[in-house]
């Protein structure tokens, strides 16, 4: 089976750097993806990670171990349009299935 | 370039009645398509996936069902709702890259 989880909710400050963790267990893992949600939207992709290391894109990095099966999505110079549930999500190798986690709900104070 | 329609936007639907939400996909072939639903301050749950014509896999049977009759659209259909059936009911596709792309979705809303 699968099995995804991260925090339900954080809370960091405009201006800073927040860090969401996401560990997972699945058979057949083919990569791990971020995606961010804002209420009442549909999520947009952020990052795919597939080997292990850093990806940078922006403000955003993304980070990937497979031999502990875990990822965390980091936030840099923090905005207000942050403010945001994001997705942990996780491809099976062998068919097409993605499967998410619950998400993070990120609030950005000022 | 690739654009994802899924409609309608809103639905209000009385218990017991019938659901067909519809998703098209232009600007690609052969895509992977999905339906997920989310409740509210939930994530998603991939309900149904599909590689091509007429080859779905479900992971949540119950309620619902899905058919994909051409290449590049995918239904998602109830005979009977229920209360618990309301949600916020996402389809995406997936093409040669890894990501999937989201329709607008549609909030389903059953009374």
Partial sequence: ?110 | SQTIHQWPATLVQPVGSPLSLECTVEGTSNPNLYWYRQAAGRGLQLLFYSIGIDQISSEVPQNLSASRPQDRQFILSSKKLLLSDSGFYLCAWRGQGPEAFFGQGTRLTVV
Wanted: charged share 20%; proline share 3%; glycine share 10%.
């Fill in chain 1, 1 to 110: 089976g699968q099995n995804i989880d991260q925090p339900t909710e954080m809370t960091a400050t405009e201006g800073a750097i927040v860090q969401i963790n996401c560990t997972y267990q699945t058979s057949g893992f083919n990569g791990l993806f971020w995606y961010q949600q804002h209420a009442g939207e549909a999520p947009t992709f952020l990052s795919y990670n597939v080997l292990d290391g850093l990806e940078e894109k922006g403000r955003f990095s993304s980070f990937l171990s497979r031999s502990k099966g875990y990822s965390y999505l980091l936030l840099k110079e923090l905005q207000m349009k942050d403010s945001a549930s994001y997705l942990c999500a996780v491809r099976v190798r062998g068919a097409s299935k993605i499967i998410f986690g619950s998400g993070t709900r990120l609030s950005i104070r000022p």
